[in-house]
């Protein structure tokens, strides 16, 4: 299995705070990897990092073999925890604006996916409510033909049957040579579409294995494992 | 078609196992061509990589076969898809024991338990 992504002793400080400490991981391609942790164990930081929004005080990353910049934009579809397009626009209007910036961008199955969550193309953003804007992100990450996906809590604020369309968005967008790396907090509902996940803990990975490897070791499920190992 | 999971067990196992039901059952014929590997997934709701190992599983089994570039087809022979659901009805009754044993039933009052409610069927 060939490697996508790999960071070698990955360390964030923000002043005296670390927020990722020696983080060291291997990211193959074809599979969908869940990063789950606590709120504040360095999540976002990584994402942040991967994406070339952050950078690392020490240690390496590469995508595809380069460090993240202009090559890696080009490989990575990113979706951020917060929205960063403008309101003002309608939904056609960002879809020609994805055109534009990404070659890989594919507008025909973004409207086919509008179409199934059934958001009118020609309303502007800011008219939608919360669930369906985070719908529009969703659709235009996944319309990318990109080589890693990474998703920053891509469900968080969607229904349940929502949720489901965009767990069965991103299988049948499987790719053999992409990856999905996506954090999130609600592990029940995700798990069974993970091939891996990966605990983290205050910035330190506690724990890197499949999801059946898990629920083997431990008669539990991945949910379960994870509140049991971040209880209070 | 509906995969029931048990989310505190291994999903490739529980794939494999449903589709041995299915073979065992007459609901796969022999020959017939299964769904695919994305079909399931999308389905079942899980990893295409997990239905690909519970695929390949069943293959090394002789349950299944693959035919290059059409896809995944059930055996002609179906013997081992019914050993295999055969030992996982030993095991569920091996359970069920285990559990009337836990609530203080000895073997013999458990096949009478069972008697009775085949009986009041």
Known sequence: ?232 | MSWKLDKTRPICPQICEQICVRIANGEFKPNERLMSVREVAVTAGVNPNTVQKSFEQLDAKGIIYSVRGSGWFVSAETVTAKDEVDQLVRSKTADYFDQMNALGMDNSEIKQYVKEWNTNE
């Open chain 1, 1 to 232: 299995m060939s490697e996508l992504l790999r960071c070698e002793n990955l360390t964030k400080n923000y002043g005296r705070i670390t927020a990722l400490n020696n983080v060291s991981l291997v990211i193959p391609r074809g599979k969908i990897i869940g990063l789950l942790g606590p709120n504040g164990s360095g999540k976002t930081t990584l994402i942040k990092i991967l994406n070339g929004l952050l950078t690392p005080t020490e240690g390496s990353l590469t995508i595809d073999g380069f460090k993240p910049g202009v090559e890696t934009k080009s490989r990575v579809s990113y979706l951020p925890d917060s929205s960063y397009l403008n309101s003002w626009m309608t939904v056609e209007q960002i879809v020609n604006m994805f055109v534009d910036f990404y070659p890989d961008f594919r507008p025909e199955l973004a409207y086919k996916m509008l179409k199934n969550l059934d958001i009118d193309p020609s309303v502007k953003l800011k008219t939608l409510s919360k669930g369906n804007k985070e719908k529009v992100c969703l659709i235009l990450v996944m319309s990318r033909n990109a080589q890693l996906y990474v998703l920053d809590e891509p469900i968080a604020g969607v229904d349940p049957a929502t949720r489901d369309y965009i767990i069965s968005t991103i299988i049948n967008n499987y790719n053999p040579d992409a990856s999905v790396l996506l954090s999130t907090h609600l592990i029940s509902d995700i798990e069974q579409i993970l091939d891996e996940v990966i605990f983290i803990n205050k910035g330190v990975v506690e724990l890197h294995k499949t999801v059946d490897e898990i629920r083997e070791e431990n008669g539990m499920s991945v949910d379960e494992l994870f509140r049991e190992v971040f209880r209070w």
